[in-house]
């Protein structure tokens, strides 16, 4: 794929929600900040949040620190966020997940109401992915495929699991689900030929382009703007969705006029360069913005979906 | 290969500044290495901001000359204070620590190096010439095949533990058990947290390998600085035959090559780990051996059959990472983040896109390992002095890095507290002969035997005849059977355990 069309496509996001430029007067640091990432090292949501970091640098002119509390998936550090001092020192660039799921199957300590939400800059990527060379090109001929013959799928979270469970019972396969273990265990068990076809975090951004493997859906409610000849799995005909964006946390309690600072970072941050060129060309996620608002009103949209998923 | 590529490469590979990176990546690999408590990953993740204002070329160079340092290092904390730096390196202080005891630490550290040198040496040349044509093998080894493996590795390595065998079973066991801790891969649900969301990831593997090796061992040294004062620590007596010889060498050489064989083996296998190879290899080389009963009282072998596979496991983790994109550890999944924070993606796309970088690269981890000898050597001389610190000066210290290390994980109190509960369950563990290292690779098996065994269940849908196509999988299942039984059998017959090895 062009590179040029991608950095094009993901300056259109960019553009299309373009506000003015930081107010003069509007929260500023006054000491060095600390960005919590609820994942490990070299993942693509450190890996984005490490530039984001140099990024907001340069908007706040204090030095930002990177701290790495990793651990279900992103639920520690939402934990350890609980106790942060809500002065805008300490922030996260967090995962939806750790608040649109986890909380639905393990018991924790937080809720969507403890945090405050600043903003989001990148959208998630989760879709279905077949090896290069399966007999199947397209999400119809695995279902095609897959009436005729008994099918494994590598699954990741049990919400991926159970959305296919359903297609399975709806297109009457005979399917059985293989743990993973985490992103990077898809990749052997593709490539290897021991899976048909698997769930993808955005691992595909690696091997679709080598012909390893090949995209047939997305989870997401909208097309990937790096594949947008691959659908939905909504567009397919089964009623399933499942989102995640990256977005700014802060403390509970955080005053207004520091949301607004950060809403306005995140606004100048899908706009520079250098974060736009890490998420897009080398983690190939879309850059999206959504306000703080919007982004509240996402998380508790994607928790309802996907407690009514997770409900049966 | 393309020789145009090659030659800018090694032009890249000889500049000053790639001098500086790689040999600034190998001390500071190296330093954090002797240091109990300081751990390969802790490292990588810190010095990876530091990398942003590097070339590609040199940022990675200096990121895998600090993994190789690292498993150098650690080899010397492990041989002067019985405390080892990585979990990797604790095969190489069952003989290292009993031979520096016994008035001969420079042989020990000499003999630690250059294994770990020539391993590294040979790994990377295994690496240049095998990663992208034979990457693809490693596929070949499924979750079957991995399950299989696992097991023979659980059983054999149960076998070094000395003791009684039913000590080693409880040993083991209660390293199953803790390894089962953490949330469901498939479900999601956690099990065995008890509400603590720290736990959800598992026991923290840090707070369990710090707490049994290192800091538990400073508390048995405090012990006999208190009752058994004479006989505690390293003497560096200047003693002129204390250094390696010709016939020494000699002798280990074939360990040498074992080891290195066996720790590419393991590392181009994603996910089995240094500590895995390391151990492997001491154990081969104990069966290899005329007379078993002299390891595990300072065999030079010994040392020479850990340390070069520790070090051969790191290179070789990067054969599926170039070859596949898939790393082999955690330290080459960290790499992965370091690439593409210099926009390059790694996996089978760097040799089509990027060449040049790649044959750099090479070339910078060839002057990795030849100025981690130089180093070593340099640095053995330094580190050896330690042992002319009281050891009521060396104790504390080793305690405060352990702490910090532990700090540094971002887990809190609550990893502290994790970490002293492993540091006093090894303490009792040392002090009524249960293995801790049947306990601490059990634990860090498990998790992974596991997921593949389940994933194998699951994928046969219940059906054994599966197995007759898999012929990997079937011959190390005969492994591990025939290793069990002779376990058996010798416990059996003899009222000893296997191996002679003793629990500490």
């Not at chain 1, 509007?26 to 984005?48: C, L, N, Y």
């Not at chain 1, 140099?54 to 934990?79: C, H, I, K, M, S």
């Not at chain 2, 910078?364 to 002095?385: D, H, K, N, P, R």
């Not at chain 2, 809190?412 to 009792?428: N, R, S």
Request: proline share 6%; hydrophobic share 50%; charged share 15%.
């Amino acid at each position: 794929m062009n590179r040029r069309a991608l950095i094009a496509a993901a300056a259109a996001f960019g553009t299309l929600v373009a506000a003015p430029a930081a107010l003069a007067d509007e929260w500023r640091p006054t000491q060095p900040m600390t960005m919590v990432i609820g994942f490990a090292p070299g993942g693509s949501t450190d890996i984005q949040g490490r530039v984001l970091a140099r990024t907001l640098e340069e908007y706040f002119g204090q030095p930002v620190n990177v701290v790495n509390q990793p651990g279900g998936g992103g639920a520690v550090a939402l934990t350890r966020f609980l106790n942060a001092e809500p002065d805008g020192h300490t922030f996260m660039f967090g995962v939806m997940l750790g608040l649109t799921f986890s909380p639905i199957v393990s018991p924790v300590e937080y809720e969507i109401d403890d945090f405050r939400y600043a903003g989001t800059l990148v959208g998630g990527q989760f879709g279905v992915i077949a090896a290069g060379d399966a007999p199947y090109q397209s999400f119809e001929e695995l279902i095609a495929y897959g009436k005729e013959n008994p099918m494994t799928y590598a699954q990741q979270l049990p919400m991926d699991q159970a959305i296919m469970q359903r297609i399975a019972e709806q297109e009457g396969l005979d399917l059985a689900f293989v743990p993973t273990g985490g992103g990077g265990g898809v990749a052997p068990l593709l490539l290897g030929g021991e899976v048909d076809f698997a769930f993808s975090g955005g691992i595909h951004s690696q091997y679709v382009p080598t012909g390893d493997m090949n995209i047939l859906a997305f989870f997401t409610r909208d097309r990937s703007p790096f594949y947008p000849d691959v659908p939905t799995l909504v567009e397919l005909g089964y009623p399933y969705a499942m989102d995640d964006f990256r977005s700014f946390f802060l403390p509970g309690g955080t005053p207004d006029e520091i949301v607004q600072a950060f809403e306005n970072a995140a606004r100048f941050a899908v706009e520079h360069e250098p974060f736009v060129q890490v998420t897009v060309e080398n983690t190939q996620h879309p850059i999206v913005f959504m306000d703080g608002a919007e982004t509240e009103a996402a998380i508790r949209e994607i928790r309802a979906a996907n407690e009514a998923l997770m409900a049966d | 290969m393309d020789l145009s590529a090659v030659g800018a490469a090694a032009a890249e590979a000889l500049t000053l500044a790639s001098f500086i990176g790689i040999g600034g990546g190998v001390l500071l690999g190296y330093v954090v290495g002797v240091i109990p408590g300081l751990s390969r990953s802790v490292a990588i993740s810190i010095a990876i901001p530091m990398t942003f204002y590097m070339s590609p070329y040199i940022a990675i160079s200096f990121l895998i000359g600090l993994s190789k340092g690292t498993a150098a290092g650690s080899a010397v904390s492990a041989i002067l204070l019985n405390a080892p730096g990585e979990a990797s390196s604790a095969a190489t202080a069952l003989d290292g620590y009993p031979m520096a005891k016994a008035g001969k630490p420079k042989t020990a550290l000499q003999i630690g190096l250059i294994a770990s040198v020539i391993g590294d040496i040979l790994a990377t040349i295994i690496l240049i010439f095998v990663a992208i044509p034979f990457a693809r093998v490693a596929l070949m080894f499924g979750p079957y095949e991995m399950a299989a493996i696992l097991a023979f590795a659980l059983v054999f390595i149960a076998g070094l533990s000395g003791g009684n065998i039913f000590k080693g079973l409880a040993a083991g066991g209660l390293g199953i058990f803790l390894g089962t801790i953490g949330l469901d891969n498939q479900t999601g649900l956690p099990r065995l947290t008890f509400g603590y969301t720290e736990l959800m990831d598992g026991m923290p593997l840090i707070a369990v390998a710090i707490g049994t090796l290192a800091l538990s061992e400073m508390f048995v040294q405090s012990e006999k600085l208190r009752y058994d004062r004479a006989n505690m620590s390293v003497q560096l007596k200047n003693d002129p035959n204390d250094h390696v010889t010709m016939p020494i060498l000699r002798r280990i050489m074939p360990t040498i090559l074992r080891g290195t064989g066996v720790g590419t083996f393991v590392g181009a296998l994603p996910g089995l780990g240094p500590s895995v190879g390391s151990f492997m290899s001491y154990g081969m080389a104990q069966r290899a051996a005329k007379d078993p009963s002299t390891f595990g009282k300072g065999e030079p072998k010994g040392i020479a059959a850990s340390e070069s596979a520790d070090n051969a496991v790191i290179p070789a983790a990067l054969i599926p990472l170039f070859g596949l994109g898939i790393p082999g550890n955690v330290s080459a999944a960290l790499l992965i983040g370091a690439f593409a924070i210099h926009g390059i993606t790694v996996g089978p796309l760097l040799l089509r896109d990027n060449p040049e970088l790649l044959y750099s690269i090479f070339a910078g981890m060839i002057l990795a390992s030849i100025i981690m000898l130089a180093l070593g050597w340099f640095g053995l001389m330094v580190f050896a002095q330690i042992t002319k610190v009281p050891p009521h000066v060396v104790i504390p210290i080793v305690i405060f890095f352990c702490l910090a290390g532990m700090m540094l994980q971002g887990y809190g109190t609550f990893g502290l507290v994790i970490l002293i509960a492993f540091a006093v369950l090894g303490y009792l563990m040392k002090k009524y002969d249960y293995s801790f290292v049947t306990f601490l690779v059990a634990f860090i098996i498990t998790p992974m035997l596991e997921l593949n065994l389940r994933q194998s269940i699951i994928l046969s849908r219940g059906n054994w005849e599966i197995l007759l196509n898999r012929p990997i999988a079937l011959f190390f299942i005969a492994c591990t059977a025939l290793a069990l039984v002779m376990l058996i059998l010798r416990t059996v017959r003899t009222g000893k355990p296997a191996a002679n090895a003793p629990a500490d």
